[in-house]
């Protein structure tokens, strides 16, 4: 009688209990097996082992690819340029090949810091001003190279100009005679050892002036537009000894001459080399007593008489 009491008891409390239903996929469970693939338990160790893996890299070298890398810093080797922001780069790359961005040779780099020394300038200013002079760029893009405004590039060009060109004057002299003949390049030294001076004019071009006088001062006809004219002189080991004041276009080398201060510098006993443009300025380097030198010209030596005198070979043809 108990036991039928106790079954009842049970089965009416499964009727009033709620049943939870579950999609089959939640239902299952996953059985939790030993992590070891083998079923055979094996005994756990008493002492730890420690195993050191030393990996070599070797360095297989290619025949069919020469230029691939094995890793960044092969990379970073081949490029030499280091990992740095665009304006330290920038900078990086100027000290580098300044001959490329500065138009100053590696050797004579030592002419920044002179500048930066002397005149107390930013040595950053002296990079963005010469190398806007070598290459010409926009402002904008050398604004990107050293990080900086469009303005600000130009306030620093326009503002170092000046002082840049007063510090590099100190570095235009003339030398002794015995100097120049010392240095003399091995072409010059049969037949032009006289030779201390080569000179030519430099001409720039410029915006068109709004005066009208100004605009026929400086209209070349040879360049059509309007110009700036330099008397520049150089030694044969290309020294820069003297550069004149500012011409208009229109004035010819014979007018430069004899109004820039060059005569007075020119040493006396000594040869001026020009080309076939300076015309008519032998009377005025005679009062020195000194004396002018060209080259020949291509037609010169490619004359037929002087073929003649080389004993080249002449070739004849006749058709029959």
Not at 157 to 177: D, K, M, N, V, Y
Request: hydrophobic share 40%.
């Amino acid at each position: 009688m108990y036991k039928k009491v106790v079954l009842l008891y049970k089965s009416a409390y499964q009727l009033t209990k709620k049943k939870h239903f579950r999609s089959v996929g939640v239902n299952t469970r996953i059985r939790q097996t030993d992590k070891a693939s083998s079923p055979v338990k094996l005994p756990k160790a008493k002492h730890k082992i420690t195993v050191k893996v030393i990996v070599k890299s070797e360095s297989v070298s290619s025949s069919a690819n020469t230029n691939s890398y094995d890793s960044i810093s092969s990379i970073e080797e081949h490029l030499k340029v280091p990992s740095m922001g665009r304006r330290n780069s920038t900078e990086y790359l100027c000290e580098k090949k300044s001959r490329f961005y500065l138009g100053l040779p590696e050797h004579v780099y030592q002419v920044v810091k002179f500048i930066v020394e002397v005149e107390k300038i930013h040595h950053v200013d002296v990079l963005i001003t010469l190398k806007k002079i070598r290459t010409d760029d926009v402002y904008a893009r050398l604004a990107d190279d050293f990080e900086m405004s469009v303005t600000y590039i130009h306030n620093i060009f326009t503002r170092s100009i000046p002082i840049i060109a007063g510090a590099l004057q100190e570095l235009i002299f003339w030398t002794s005679s015995i100097e120049i003949k010392k240095r003399l390049p091995i072409p010059f030294r049969v037949r032009y050892k006289n030779v201390v001076s080569i000179i030519d004019c430099l001409e720039i071009e410029i915006e068109k002036p709004s005066n009208p006088i100004y605009q026929a001062m400086t209209w070349c006809d040879y360049k059509k537009c309007n110009t700036l004219k330099f008397l520049i002189s150089s030694t044969p080991d290309v020294m820069i000894t003297f550069i004149s004041g500012a011409f208009g276009g229109r004035a010819s080398d014979k007018e430069i001459i004899s109004q820039s201060n060059f005569l007075n510098e020119l040493p006396n006993a000594c040869a001026v080399m020009t080309d076939r443009g300076f015309k008519q300025i032998d009377f005025m380097l005679a009062k020195k007593t000194c004396f002018l030198v060209r080259p020949p010209s291509v037609e010169e030596i490619l004359s037929k008489e002087k073929i003649n005198e080389k004993n080249l070979p002449h070739w004849t043809f006749t058709l029959e």
